[in-house]
């Protein structure tokens, strides 16, 4: 249950619409609900402003059902990220959500999530292999409210296509940037725009990448002074931590 | 030259206190000013809205001097860090500026900076000898134009010292956590607040702790998912961060 | 052949109940039985007081059974730990062992284990994903003779589940706390009890978790100096330890 | 002022010994005291029955006697840890406290602490390298108020010293074992005795050492199960747990 | 072709057993003989005095029947390390040479090799996990005509095993000692002998073992001052020097 | 004595100039001069083209004179790299080289160094701190006959000023990119230019720089395929291979 | 359309044999072709020269056969390069491509590629396991317009397989070195020639090989002043750099 | 007292030219000698045949002195290792002992000690950095009673001095090999060689040596099968081991 539908709830109660017993039952759930495998947080939404988000890697698609049931039940939006195919068939085909293949997130709950982020969240990524953590930044984004606009195949080695775009990227509130390999691209970024770039390492490469290491510390000593950084492949965290930003 | 004052300056011509020529002489600073030593930016300010900044280390006295002095000509503020005590003697003595030991920043400038940030930010550190890299990036933010509220020595041993501050926690508008060893407490506060949470790890530790990439690593991998992280010790780059999303 | 039945034996021989020659016969086994693969300690029981515990990777489900059927013929309870389900199908079979698949561990002997822990120890876990160590903790604690509460899903990002629990927590004598990601939950706890917390860091988590690096990271530097901490995922461990601390 | 001190006044109130007045006064520190540096608890004492610990590296030798002054002024008795000889000079001068130059143990309070432990800690050390951190250890636990027996100079490579003295080793309750270089030492010692084993590795060694991380992987794979690990060099956080293993 | 084989041809020739031209023939084979994949160096057991020896792995079986045909050819004998079970089928099939799956070895050439060895070479071992490795060395040494004896299963924590056996340790002219985890097992056998002892850490472990890195460290600082070192899981590297010694 | 000596030598003796007896005595060196500390190579130029290069760290100074007299007695150019001042002080009085403090070189020969090399060698970096290690690429190139210009103080995250530059970076035949920190500059230069990049990392930076690591692996795993790597701060080796490209 | 063909094309519309309109049309394609999952940049050839390469790891078969539609509509030549067997099927028998399992490239174009390098580019690698990545050199390199000698089996340990060649290393232009494990060979050749060495460190080797760490260690830390490196496995790199070097 | 003066004292008193008396107060000295600070082993060179070995760093000069007195009291040589000439200065002037400032190596005792290795030890360095740790290599294999060859300055990347030595290199029983950077040298040695090769990393070297984990790693993956590697730095061991091979 978020802000907006306790805020209504209420409201329905003063205006008779709403019977208090009917309310108080909806309101009745403990903030936590004991499923057999884990406590489910039902008011987040309400504490966070955000939906409940599970985390698919190491839950049977059972306990993932069993969750996103305990969810909807009290009308709460629910996304699911880094579920494989494999999994999401039976979990869609049980509850009806809707999958993303390359982003790997899967939704359930109201079609339209109302824009609460004040301006755009540009989500930038240097090549083809980075795509799916970018699909999970940006599809994070959009369903927690945001306008996203998405920018691919930028990489430094051909630094004209991103001056390019330098329009669209100056236009951005906050700016995520996906990048594998040496991860320079943040700094880059970060050096033609002032506000503040939320850089993810991508686990693409081989050898001397180190499945993301490199990327990873490239990012943390960025020269550019506007750069944060997130887990290696946590295109969910930037887009957490972006919504936040772009609320304020 | 920052934006402000470009701004009151073409207001002058325009008013006709300002004489054009005197005018262009001013604006006729070429962005770069190349010393023997560094190209200086003095545009900076004017693009992004921040004093310039020094960073001390590798740099001898007299380079910091010079490229100060350069700054000042067009009234620029500067704001130098990670200057060590005895090195900030010789720098006071020919600039004037004022040198504070504990965060090792020394400034040249306006006495006092116009608030620029909506809000407030916050500083909180877990431990004493996390002090200097709080207090560095308590110090920038001020420097550059927020509000800051300060929280010491509320490690997550003793969680009850950071609950009882919880109120100030969440009247912040962006948060800079800093701690050294497990780097745990950005985790906590992340969890206590809805807002962005910028954690600093701290090369404080011994053994284990490896210069702080246990604190990194920590926070990197955070449960809370409001955390970005910036460099080991960067209490700077927090700051700077905090500031750009406090002027959102 | 533990302490209580090498007592129960020569209490028998006391008493006449027992023929000294089928009690020379009963002790004949030398400590060490060599089986085609191994030395079995069947002492081991009598020298530790513990069941004699066969960690299963790297071993055939024959040589598995073999061991056991040493220990089994003189009367030693047996614990296999770290089995996988489809090796544990064919031990069962041969063995009319149990087998629990959440804690993989194996167990064959008596179904009740007196009670010889002092008090109780907690076993408290973060995420749902660390479930499987806390299992093995929780189960390898109970066969050892130990009474064993659980404590699930208290991450230091909720940290007011966790409050929640504080009594839970301070009634225990000994706790075992199991985390992954940045490994920060034993620092909490062990701030809020006096008593020792032995910290298993998992294998959990994605990026910078490095396989359970970083919560092992976090748990050495930990700023609360009632933690100590075992291998990642030695589930085991911390409750043998835990154990032997319960029985003083 | 610690758990007995407290029963002491109450009881002195209740039998009329002492003026309600001047007992709330003496309980009138709230448990933390604000001083310019630091929040100091003065209730911990209290709350987990021992001596407040003052890690000195990182503070200022007029920070640690402003501490000092605070915890002493409320009769709780004060150990500083890591403290180097020449800040040592200072504080004693100025505190009038012990200081012991080996495990860099500075201690104030009274001179004889009571035996609050059931049975007698084991420190353990391999070689005369390693004696610094095992003195830390011993000292700690001494004043800490347990009986302590130390062995040193028993490293693996000659194993005979060891088994010399297996009677000491046995008949201790809980044993901190002190290692550098390959750090094998609590695997042997472990597997001769059933009780809790500390292991504490130290940086001592070169090359492949790498400041202790070889002696903490060997101690953390150990193959005796009865052993648990602290961080690198940290006699004192054994000191802490066996202490409170001791009074159980 | 070895040098006793060629001694052998030689005096034949000399002895009018073995025409000239049949001899020339022989020896015709230039050092190298070139085929489809590699340059086989059918000189080598002339220049070191023992049989070719094939690394499997990345080597398709033809590649390695390919190969052993060239050898076999010129009469030397042919060892195939780290073969697996279903590689080692085919080239069995094709060649009729002898494989044993604990070591992974295939031998292909003399029934029985003279002993040249001087003394024994003892092969030790901590725990069943570490057969496989320590087959691999034993298996290597007997085939490069030494008198080989084993111990297994005797590991740090069971220091009694290790000493019933130190007869065994001391009657062996060189000893390889073979140990996962902690590798700690050559340390104290390195303190009961005053002959070489060549340590192999192997890859068994979980967690902090890192795949044998926690073995190799604890090696390479070892305490005993006759160990060295090969690499991780290397039982032929330990067995070839050993021969090279156990002939001097 | 180098190659252009060698043909002055017998184009000497031919048109009867040189005396060959005298011929003979300067070319009597064998290749090897023993030293009491080193085997000097003397005909290293002769092979190489190349003056001979003393690495100074390690060497003490009157070694370092040693060596350089055997040279120079030969009349042999001699660079000594890595050559600290004080250090530097010694030899100069010795030998009267030149020093220059920057790049820590100290030049021992001709005056003027004939151009070699075809083209230009561009000398980049990122920031002043590093200009030490471009100093040391800049003057070794220069050294070794090669035309160098130099392009200071452009870093990514201003990615303008390097823009304004590409006129020079293109017009180079080979390309000497030094970066510190995140190590991004040889990429986006690699990506800017269809000449050999060879990247040189730096030590410059803290915390997650580790020292260059982050540099050199930003380096490795360069998207831009026109980059090779050398080690970190060898701008020694960078302009060795740049001269020997700029040669072909 | 790489420069030749465009200078041709531009030749014919002088000579009258190309239609202006039609000219227009072929070259109207402008730099970037956007298709569903990337920019293809069709005028890379242009610029640099060379081929477009698809790095197939991450893009599915279909994703691979759309890039290369797009670039031989435009006439330019296609190289794949880590394009696994299976999915090379489809890829062949979608464009008709041809491909070697070896080194694993795929090529579409041009039957023969014009010889443009000036000399010849030698490729040496130690082992058979090191062939694949020598062969991705050795084929880029001949894919792009160089004539390519290679060398096999030549390891560290056999030194004199590799003298005997010396010949053919001393008449390359240019040379890739292919080495995993020790990764010496590098220093070796380097030390054999007075040309630029590209060293290229492989993943082939166990244990303390750590996937190519130490080879790419070992050729950072070459003693060979003419040694750069690229990453690892990265025969492409290698291939790229030395072609460039050798149009020099 | 070692093994030969044993026999000696043994053989006076069968002789009557000892008294027995005398003689058990020669042997009255139980094998511990318990000093402040250590137990010295004084029947170490009875049970290994070698002098008592004292490692220097973390012991004060007093107590060197101290174990020293007790040595020497019983008649057996002491070698002292790393000790820096500062120190060395007192223990000289204390003891008369002789002091090498290059290898760091102190020697009390007999002057001369007799041969009893069979053979000759080779000991190979690369660089003049590595030279002392050759040093201390050859001095402690000296002393130990070994004939041993030195080679100096033949690093790989100047192979045909090494193939200039090729005939000391086949003359020795056992060849220790000390190189630093990529560590390449005992590879090819092992290549040249049929004896064992003990390898030597050192520390020597900048950036990517990471203070000898370079030449370590080389060593430990050689493709030399008869290379066997010690710690970094580690000249003492490497002769140690030399010394039993060569006793064999």
């Known amino acids: 249950m978020d802000r907006e539908r306790l805020r209504q709830l209420l409201e329905n109660v003063r205006s008779g619409a709403l019977d208090p017993d009917a309310a108080a039952e909806a309101l009745s759930d403990v903030p936590f609900v004991e499923t057999e495998h884990a406590r489910v947080d039902t008011h987040r939404a309400l504490r966070h402003g955000l939906p ?15 969750v996103m049931r305990v ?15 494999d999994t ?4 869609v085909s ?6 993303d293949p390359t982003s790997r ?3 359930a709950g109201r079609q339209h999530v109302p824009l609460e982020g004040k301006g755009t969240i540009a989500v930038v990524c240097a090549g083809t292999s980075d795509l799916p953590v970018a699909a999970e930044a940006a599809g994070v984004a959009t369903r927690f409210g945001n306008k996203v606009e998405t920018l691919h195949d930028v ?15 100056r236009s951005a509130r906050v700016l995520i ?12 970024v970060g050096g033609m725009v002032d ?16 499945g993301g290491v490199s990327a990873l510390l490239g990012m943390l000593t960025s020269c550019a002074s506007n750069v944060t950084v997130v887990n290696i492949d946590n295109g969910f965290g930037a887009a957490y931590v972006a919504t936040l930003i772009n609320r304020l």
């Open 177 to 188: 940037v996906v990048a594998g390999m040496e991860g320079a691209l943040p700094s880059v």
């Open 88 to 91: 999401a068939e039976f979990v």
């Open 52 to 66: 409940e988000v599970i985390y698919a890697p190491g839950k049977t698609p059972e306990q993932i059902v069993e």
């Open 105 to 107: 997130l899967l939704w």
């Open 94 to 99: 049980e509850t009806g959500a809707e999958y």
């Open 195 to 210: 506000k503040p770039v939320i850089a993810v390492p991508t686990s693409v490469g081989y050898g001397a990448s180190f």
């Open 155 to 169: 990489g430094v080695a051909g630094i004209h296509r991103l001056l390019d775009s330098s329009r669209l990227l």
């Open 71 to 85: 969810l909807l039940r009290v009308e709460q939006d629910v996304l699911v990220t880094r579920l494989e195919a």
